[in-house]
Protein backbone atom coordinates (compact mmCIF):
# COMPACT_ATOMS: atom_id res chain seq x y z
CA UNK A 1 0.00 0.00 0.00
CA UNK A 2 1.34 3.18 -1.22
CA UNK A 3 2.10 6.42 1.65
CA UNK A 4 -0.79 8.49 0.13
CA UNK A 5 -3.00 4.98 0.17
CA UNK A 6 -2.73 4.91 3.77
CA UNK A 7 -2.41 8.71 4.67
CA UNK A 8 -6.15 8.20 2.83
CA UNK A 9 -7.08 4.97 4.99
CA UNK A 10 -6.28 7.43 8.28
CA UNK A 11 -7.58 10.12 8.27
CA UNK A 12 -11.38 8.27 6.77
CA UNK A 13 -11.03 6.84 10.46
CA UNK A 14 -11.24 10.30 11.58
CA UNK A 15 -14.61 12.07 12.74
CA UNK A 16 -16.26 15.19 10.56
CA UNK A 17 -15.08 17.73 12.40
CA UNK A 18 -11.69 16.89 12.56
CA UNK A 19 -11.58 15.87 8.50
CA UNK A 20 -12.93 19.56 8.14
CA UNK A 21 -9.87 20.94 9.97
CA UNK A 22 -7.76 18.73 7.34
CA UNK A 23 -9.30 20.55 3.90
CA UNK A 24 -7.30 23.64 4.99
CA UNK A 25 -4.03 21.98 4.87
CA UNK A 26 -3.41 22.34 1.33
CA UNK A 27 -5.23 21.35 -2.43
CA UNK A 28 -4.28 17.75 -2.41
CA UNK A 29 -5.94 16.92 0.82
CA UNK A 30 -8.76 19.37 0.13
CA UNK A 31 -9.29 17.28 -3.15
CA UNK A 32 -8.78 13.53 -1.97
CA UNK A 33 -11.63 14.73 1.06
CA UNK A 34 -14.01 15.86 -1.57
CA UNK A 35 -13.57 13.04 -4.07
CA UNK A 36 -16.64 10.59 -3.91
CA UNK A 37 -14.01 7.99 -3.03
CA UNK A 38 -13.03 9.35 0.19
CA UNK A 39 -16.69 10.08 0.86
CA UNK A 40 -17.50 6.15 -0.13
CA UNK A 41 -14.41 5.32 2.13
CA UNK A 42 -15.45 7.55 4.92
CA UNK A 43 -19.28 6.85 5.41
CA UNK A 44 -17.76 2.46 5.08
CA UNK A 45 -15.21 3.08 8.02
CA UNK A 46 -18.24 4.77 9.83
CA UNK A 47 -21.24 2.36 9.13
CA UNK A 48 -21.74 1.22 13.00
CA UNK A 49 -20.95 4.62 14.31
CA UNK A 50 -23.46 6.83 15.73
CA UNK A 51 -24.10 10.59 14.53
CA UNK A 52 -25.04 13.89 16.62
CA UNK A 53 -28.30 14.25 17.02
CA UNK A 54 -31.31 16.08 19.23
CA UNK A 55 -34.69 15.47 19.89
CA UNK A 56 -37.07 18.64 19.67
CA UNK A 57 -40.39 18.83 21.33
CA UNK A 58 -43.44 19.90 19.11
CA UNK A 59 -39.95 21.19 16.42
CA UNK A 60 -38.62 23.57 18.72
CA UNK A 61 -37.59 22.48 22.45
CA UNK A 62 -34.86 20.42 22.78
CA UNK A 63 -35.26 17.84 25.55
CA UNK A 64 -32.25 15.36 24.92
CA UNK A 65 -29.13 15.86 22.48
CA UNK A 66 -26.46 13.39 21.86
CA UNK A 67 -22.81 14.78 20.63
CA UNK A 68 -18.98 13.76 20.47
CA UNK A 69 -20.34 10.81 18.74
CA UNK A 70 -17.76 9.16 16.50
CA UNK A 71 -19.09 10.45 13.03
CA UNK A 72 -18.83 14.21 13.74
CA UNK A 73 -17.13 14.20 17.52
CA UNK A 74 -18.95 17.71 17.83
CA UNK A 75 -18.59 19.66 21.18
CA UNK A 76 -22.16 20.24 21.31
CA UNK A 77 -25.65 18.51 20.40
CA UNK A 78 -26.88 19.87 16.26
CA UNK A 79 -29.84 21.98 18.07
CA UNK A 80 -27.39 23.83 19.96
CA UNK A 81 -25.85 25.31 16.54
CA UNK A 82 -29.57 26.62 15.80
CA UNK A 83 -29.52 30.25 16.75
CA UNK A 84 -31.22 30.64 20.26
CA UNK A 85 -33.22 33.46 19.08
CA UNK A 86 -34.59 31.37 16.24
CA UNK A 87 -35.52 28.13 18.61
CA UNK A 88 -37.15 30.22 21.05
CA UNK A 89 -39.21 33.04 18.86
CA UNK A 90 -36.69 36.45 20.02
CA UNK A 91 -37.44 37.74 16.39
CA UNK A 92 -40.80 38.60 15.70
CA UNK A 93 -40.98 37.15 12.37
CA UNK A 94 -38.62 34.64 11.77
CA UNK A 95 -38.41 30.85 13.43
CA UNK A 96 -37.52 27.14 13.52
CA UNK A 97 -40.14 25.92 11.06
CA UNK A 98 -38.90 22.35 10.46
CA UNK A 99 -36.11 19.95 9.99
CA UNK A 100 -34.95 16.90 7.71
CA UNK A 101 -31.57 14.80 7.01
CA UNK A 102 -29.72 17.16 9.19
CA UNK A 103 -31.60 20.25 7.31
CA UNK A 104 -33.35 23.03 9.28
CA UNK A 105 -35.64 25.66 8.13
CA UNK A 106 -36.46 28.43 8.99
CA UNK A 107 -39.60 30.72 8.30
CA UNK A 108 -40.66 34.59 8.15
CA UNK A 109 -44.21 34.46 9.60
CA UNK A 110 -44.77 38.38 8.99
CA UNK A 111 -48.11 37.04 6.44
CA UNK A 112 -46.18 38.61 3.67
CA UNK A 113 -47.16 38.11 0.27
CA UNK A 114 -43.10 38.94 0.45
CA UNK A 115 -41.82 36.75 2.80
CA UNK A 116 -38.76 34.53 2.52
CA UNK A 117 -37.28 31.03 4.04
CA UNK A 118 -34.17 29.82 5.17
CA UNK A 119 -32.76 26.48 4.46
CA UNK A 120 -29.19 25.18 5.98
CA UNK A 121 -27.09 23.35 7.91
CA UNK A 122 -26.27 25.26 11.10
CA UNK A 123 -22.99 22.78 12.05
CA UNK A 124 -21.78 23.98 8.63
CA UNK A 125 -23.02 27.63 8.80
CA UNK A 126 -24.52 27.37 5.24
CA UNK A 127 -28.26 29.06 4.58
CA UNK A 128 -29.95 29.10 0.92
CA UNK A 129 -32.44 31.60 1.10
CA UNK A 130 -35.87 31.22 -0.31
CA UNK A 131 -37.80 33.58 -2.35
CA UNK A 132 -41.12 34.34 -1.90
CA UNK A 133 -44.05 31.93 -2.86
CA UNK A 134 -45.83 33.17 -6.02
CA UNK A 135 -48.94 33.96 -3.86
CA UNK A 136 -49.72 34.17 0.20
CA UNK A 137 -49.18 30.93 2.10
CA UNK A 138 -48.07 29.60 5.22
CA UNK A 139 -44.49 27.11 5.36
CA UNK A 140 -45.74 23.71 6.14
CA UNK A 141 -42.62 22.11 6.02
CA UNK A 142 -39.22 20.77 4.33
CA UNK A 143 -38.62 17.25 2.78
CA UNK A 144 -35.40 15.64 1.52
CA UNK A 145 -33.71 13.10 -0.90
CA UNK A 146 -30.49 11.44 0.10
CA UNK A 147 -28.34 8.86 -1.86
CA UNK A 148 -26.71 5.51 -0.62
CA UNK A 149 -24.61 7.14 1.39
CA UNK A 150 -26.72 9.22 3.49
CA UNK A 151 -25.80 12.37 1.91
CA UNK A 152 -28.42 14.72 1.43
CA UNK A 153 -28.79 15.14 -2.53
CA UNK A 154 -31.98 17.66 -3.20
CA UNK A 155 -34.38 19.45 -0.62
CA UNK A 156 -38.12 20.64 -0.89
CA UNK A 157 -39.76 23.57 0.61
CA UNK A 158 -43.27 23.32 1.06
CA UNK A 159 -45.90 26.27 1.84
CA UNK A 160 -49.71 25.55 2.36
CA UNK A 161 -51.82 27.87 0.51
CA UNK A 162 -55.29 26.36 1.18
CA UNK A 163 -57.16 23.43 2.75
CA UNK A 164 -60.51 22.80 1.31
CA UNK A 165 -62.68 20.68 3.12
CA UNK A 166 -64.90 18.42 0.74
CA UNK A 167 -67.30 15.17 1.03
CA UNK A 168 -69.69 17.30 4.37
CA UNK A 169 -65.87 17.74 5.76
CA UNK A 170 -64.65 14.12 5.17
CA UNK A 171 -62.11 14.52 2.92
CA UNK A 172 -60.05 17.81 1.93
CA UNK A 173 -58.16 18.95 -0.85
CA UNK A 174 -54.44 20.73 0.19
CA UNK A 175 -53.07 23.54 -2.65
CA UNK A 176 -49.36 23.61 -1.82
CA UNK A 177 -46.53 25.64 -3.38
CA UNK A 178 -43.46 23.34 -3.58
CA UNK A 179 -40.21 24.97 -3.71
CA UNK A 180 -37.66 22.44 -5.36
CA UNK A 181 -33.55 22.64 -5.04
CA UNK A 182 -33.37 21.05 -8.34
CA UNK A 183 -34.65 23.42 -10.50
CA UNK A 184 -34.80 26.54 -7.87
CA UNK A 185 -38.10 27.45 -8.47
CA UNK A 186 -42.05 27.20 -7.26
CA UNK A 187 -44.35 24.91 -8.42
CA UNK A 188 -48.82 24.50 -7.48
CA UNK A 189 -50.20 21.09 -6.89
CA UNK A 190 -52.99 19.81 -5.26
CA UNK A 191 -53.29 16.91 -3.04
CA UNK A 192 -56.41 15.32 -2.06
CA UNK A 193 -56.85 13.53 1.19
CA UNK A 194 -59.89 11.42 1.78
CA UNK A 195 -59.67 12.52 5.54
CA UNK A 196 -59.29 15.73 7.07
CA UNK A 197 -55.63 15.94 8.65
CA UNK A 198 -56.43 17.49 12.15
CA UNK A 199 -52.86 18.30 13.29
CA UNK A 200 -49.45 20.11 10.82
CA UNK A 201 -47.08 17.53 12.91
CA UNK A 202 -45.50 15.36 10.74
CA UNK A 203 -42.77 12.32 10.52
CA UNK A 204 -40.86 12.84 7.28
CA UNK A 205 -38.40 9.76 5.51
CA UNK A 206 -36.84 9.93 2.52
CA UNK A 207 -39.29 12.78 0.44
CA UNK A 208 -42.66 11.90 2.23
CA UNK A 209 -43.91 13.57 4.98
CA UNK A 210 -46.19 11.11 7.37
CA UNK A 211 -49.45 12.82 9.34
CA UNK A 212 -50.60 11.32 12.27
CA UNK A 213 -53.65 13.17 13.48
CA UNK A 214 -56.60 13.01 11.17
CA UNK A 215 -60.53 12.79 11.87
CA UNK A 216 -61.03 8.86 11.01
CA UNK A 217 -58.82 7.19 13.75
CA UNK A 218 -56.75 3.89 13.29
CA UNK A 219 -54.98 5.41 9.83
CA UNK A 220 -52.21 8.11 9.13
CA UNK A 221 -51.98 9.59 5.89
CA UNK A 222 -49.11 10.15 4.13
CA UNK A 223 -47.23 11.88 0.54
CA UNK A 224 -44.27 11.86 -1.22
CA UNK A 225 -43.87 15.15 -2.45
CA UNK A 226 -41.41 13.89 -4.90
CA UNK A 227 -43.87 11.73 -6.88
CA UNK A 228 -46.38 12.90 -9.36
CA UNK A 229 -49.68 11.80 -7.20
CA UNK A 230 -52.41 14.24 -6.61
CA UNK A 231 -53.29 12.01 -3.54
CA UNK A 232 -52.40 10.91 -0.12
CA UNK A 233 -52.34 7.20 0.83
CA UNK A 234 -53.99 5.74 3.76
CA UNK A 235 -51.98 3.74 5.82
CA UNK A 236 -53.81 1.24 8.35
CA UNK A 237 -52.20 1.06 11.70
CA UNK A 238 -51.53 -2.44 13.19
CA UNK A 239 -53.65 -3.81 16.07
CA UNK A 240 -55.70 -0.32 16.41
CA UNK A 241 -58.42 -0.45 18.96
CA UNK A 242 -60.53 2.57 19.42
CA UNK A 243 -62.01 3.75 22.42
CA UNK A 244 -59.44 1.76 24.32
CA UNK A 245 -58.66 3.05 27.65
CA UNK A 246 -55.01 3.18 28.79
CA UNK A 247 -53.44 3.22 25.05
CA UNK A 248 -50.97 5.50 24.15
CA UNK A 249 -49.63 5.50 20.67
CA UNK A 250 -47.12 7.50 19.00
CA UNK A 251 -45.13 8.09 15.49
CA UNK A 252 -41.76 8.48 15.29
CA UNK A 253 -38.87 6.85 12.91
CA UNK A 254 -35.24 4.42 13.59
CA UNK A 255 -32.88 2.80 11.21
CA UNK A 256 -34.61 4.16 8.28
CA UNK A 257 -38.09 3.18 8.83
CA UNK A 258 -40.89 4.73 10.15
CA UNK A 259 -41.94 2.85 13.66
CA UNK A 260 -45.57 2.81 15.26
CA UNK A 261 -45.29 2.29 19.24
CA UNK A 262 -48.30 2.51 21.45
CA UNK A 263 -47.80 1.56 25.28
CA UNK A 264 -50.91 0.17 27.38
CA UNK A 265 -51.16 0.62 31.09
CA UNK A 266 -52.82 -1.75 32.99
CA UNK A 267 -53.17 -1.98 37.19
CA UNK A 268 -49.85 -3.88 36.95
CA UNK A 269 -47.87 -4.74 33.90
CA UNK A 270 -47.36 -1.96 31.39
CA UNK A 271 -47.05 -3.69 27.67
CA UNK A 272 -44.73 -1.81 24.84
CA UNK A 273 -44.77 -2.65 21.42
CA UNK A 274 -43.26 -1.21 18.62
CA UNK A 275 -44.47 -2.05 14.63
CA UNK A 276 -42.07 -1.01 11.24
CA UNK A 277 -43.24 -0.09 8.44
CA UNK A 278 -42.32 -1.92 5.76
CA UNK A 279 -41.10 -1.00 2.45
CA UNK A 280 -44.45 -1.43 0.62
CA UNK A 281 -45.66 1.19 2.97
CA UNK A 282 -48.81 -1.07 3.34
CA UNK A 283 -47.69 -3.55 6.11
CA UNK A 284 -46.47 -3.49 9.50
CA UNK A 285 -44.04 -6.09 11.17
CA UNK A 286 -44.23 -6.35 15.06
CA UNK A 287 -40.17 -6.13 16.00
CA UNK A 288 -40.98 -5.94 19.80
CA UNK A 289 -43.24 -6.83 22.84
CA UNK A 290 -42.00 -6.09 25.95
CA UNK A 291 -43.05 -5.26 29.89
CA UNK A 292 -42.20 -1.97 31.06
CA UNK A 293 -40.96 -1.59 34.94
CA UNK A 294 -44.17 -1.05 37.39
CA UNK A 295 -42.26 1.25 39.73
CA UNK A 296 -43.43 3.70 37.61
CA UNK A 297 -45.57 4.92 34.65
CA UNK A 298 -43.34 5.31 31.69
CA UNK A 299 -44.35 7.66 28.68
CA UNK A 300 -42.29 6.48 24.96
CA UNK A 301 -40.89 9.67 23.21
CA UNK A 302 -39.25 8.33 20.15
CA UNK A 303 -36.47 5.71 19.15
CA UNK A 304 -32.73 6.15 18.63
CA UNK A 305 -32.94 7.19 15.03
CA UNK A 306 -29.80 4.53 14.12
CA UNK A 307 -30.73 2.04 16.39
CA UNK A 308 -34.23 -0.01 16.20
CA UNK A 309 -33.00 -1.69 19.13
CA UNK A 310 -33.03 1.53 21.53
CA UNK A 311 -36.62 3.42 22.71
CA UNK A 312 -36.22 6.38 25.16
CA UNK A 313 -39.57 7.13 28.13
CA UNK A 314 -40.39 9.38 30.01
CA UNK A 315 -41.57 8.97 34.00
CA UNK A 316 -44.68 10.11 34.63
CA UNK A 317 -43.75 10.26 38.40
CA UNK A 318 -40.26 10.72 38.69
CA UNK A 319 -40.10 13.13 35.38
CA UNK A 320 -36.97 11.56 34.76
CA UNK A 321 -35.94 10.46 31.17
CA UNK A 322 -34.88 6.77 30.73
CA UNK A 323 -33.25 4.72 27.65
CA UNK A 324 -34.10 1.12 27.59
CA UNK A 325 -32.08 -1.27 25.47
CA UNK A 326 -34.39 -3.71 24.16
CA UNK A 327 -32.32 -6.49 23.43
CA UNK A 328 -31.31 -6.67 26.78
CA UNK A 329 -34.11 -4.93 28.59
CA UNK A 330 -31.86 -2.46 30.55
CA UNK A 331 -32.71 0.61 31.37
CA UNK A 332 -30.50 3.67 31.83
CA UNK A 333 -31.38 6.60 33.76
CA UNK A 334 -30.02 9.69 31.36
CA UNK A 335 -28.63 12.77 33.03
CA UNK A 336 -27.14 16.37 31.62
CA UNK A 337 -23.36 15.49 31.22
CA UNK A 338 -23.27 12.15 30.86
CA UNK A 339 -21.76 10.36 28.10
CA UNK A 340 -21.81 13.53 26.14
CA UNK A 341 -25.81 13.80 26.66
CA UNK A 342 -27.59 16.97 26.83
CA UNK A 343 -30.75 16.99 29.34
CA UNK A 344 -33.21 19.85 29.38
CA UNK A 345 -35.20 19.12 32.45
CA UNK A 346 -37.62 22.12 32.24
CA UNK A 347 -38.57 20.52 28.63
CA UNK A 348 -39.43 17.18 30.34
CA UNK A 349 -41.27 18.97 33.07
CA UNK A 350 -43.25 20.83 30.48
CA UNK A 351 -44.19 17.61 28.18
CA UNK A 352 -45.20 15.73 31.63
CA UNK A 353 -47.26 18.64 33.13
CA UNK A 354 -49.20 18.25 29.67
CA UNK A 355 -50.13 14.91 29.88
CA UNK A 356 -52.79 13.17 32.26
CA UNK A 357 -51.85 9.71 33.78
CA UNK A 358 -52.51 6.86 31.50
CA UNK A 359 -53.12 4.47 34.08
CA UNK A 360 -56.10 6.36 35.24
CA UNK A 361 -59.54 5.33 34.72
CA UNK A 362 -60.38 8.08 32.80
CA UNK A 363 -57.67 8.24 30.67
CA UNK A 364 -58.97 7.57 26.88
CA UNK A 365 -57.08 8.96 23.86
CA UNK A 366 -57.09 7.67 20.16
CA UNK A 367 -54.95 9.67 18.17
CA UNK A 368 -51.45 9.07 17.02
CA UNK A 369 -48.81 11.45 18.66
CA UNK A 370 -46.20 13.02 16.61
CA UNK A 371 -44.62 15.26 19.15
CA UNK A 372 -40.86 14.91 19.25
CA UNK A 373 -39.25 15.72 16.35
CA UNK A 374 -35.43 14.75 15.98
CA UNK A 375 -33.01 16.74 14.29
CA UNK A 376 -30.26 14.16 12.65
CA UNK A 377 -27.10 14.85 11.03
CA UNK A 378 -26.22 13.12 7.96
CA UNK A 379 -23.25 10.88 7.84
CA UNK A 380 -21.20 12.98 5.38
CA UNK A 381 -20.25 16.58 5.58
CA UNK A 382 -21.90 17.65 2.87
CA UNK A 383 -22.88 21.43 1.61
CA UNK A 384 -26.00 21.72 1.31
CA UNK A 385 -27.99 21.53 -2.29
CA UNK A 386 -27.89 25.20 -3.63
CA UNK A 387 -30.52 25.62 -6.54
CA UNK A 388 -29.52 27.20 -9.68
CA UNK A 389 -28.75 31.42 -9.27
CA UNK A 390 -29.74 30.89 -5.90
CA UNK A 391 -26.96 32.56 -3.05
CA UNK A 392 -25.26 30.59 0.33
CA UNK A 393 -24.81 32.60 3.24
CA UNK A 394 -23.38 31.94 6.18
CA UNK A 395 -25.30 32.26 9.87
CA UNK A 396 -24.04 35.74 10.38
CA UNK A 397 -25.48 37.06 7.42
CA UNK A 398 -28.65 35.18 8.09
CA UNK A 399 -29.07 37.01 11.42
CA UNK A 400 -28.00 40.35 10.48
CA UNK A 401 -30.82 40.15 7.72
CA UNK A 402 -33.28 38.87 9.96
CA UNK A 403 -32.62 41.49 12.50
CA UNK A 404 -33.08 44.44 10.22
CA UNK A 405 -36.17 42.91 8.45
CA UNK A 406 -37.21 42.46 11.81
CA UNK A 407 -36.67 45.73 12.53
CA UNK A 408 -38.62 47.53 9.30
CA UNK A 409 -41.90 45.27 9.67
CA UNK A 410 -41.97 46.93 13.24
CA UNK A 411 -41.43 50.28 11.71
CA UNK A 412 -44.01 49.76 8.90
CA UNK A 413 -46.53 48.16 11.87
CA UNK A 414 -46.14 51.62 14.17
CA UNK A 415 -46.88 53.93 11.04
CA UNK A 416 -49.41 51.83 10.13
CA UNK A 417 -51.36 52.33 13.75
CA UNK A 418 -50.83 56.10 13.41
CA UNK A 419 -53.24 55.76 10.67
Known amino acids: MSIEAMLTDILARLPLRTIAR ?7 WKT ?85 CYVGNPVLKQWIRIPPAPSY ?25 SVQSMNNDLACIWRVFIY ?14 PHQIRNMY ?63 YQTEDDVLKIWRLNDDDESWKLLWVIKLPSISVYVPMAMHPFDIGTVYLCSHHDRHLVSCNLRTLNYTILKDGYQDCFIDQSVCD ?43 IDTVSLLSYMTSTDRTMKRKNRNDNDF
Not at 22 to 28: A, G, I, R
Not at 54 to 60: E, P, V
Not at 353 to 370: C, Q
Open 32 to 116: TIESPYFRRLFVSAHRNSSSSWSLLLCGTKEIIGFHGCETWDLPKSPAYFIPPSLKHSSFGYFSYAASSSGLVLISDSSYSDESY
Open 202 to 264: YITLNGTAYFGWVSVYGVLVAHDFYSESNEFRVVKLPDYQSDKKGLRRFLTMSGGFIMYVTAF
Open 137 to 161: SIVLGLVTRVDEDGVVSSFKVIRLA
Open 180 to 193: SSEIGIWSFKEIYC
Open 350 to 392: SFVNGLSDPRSSSYLWNGVSVKFLPLVLPRWIGSVPCPPQAEM
Open 22 to 28: FKTVCKT
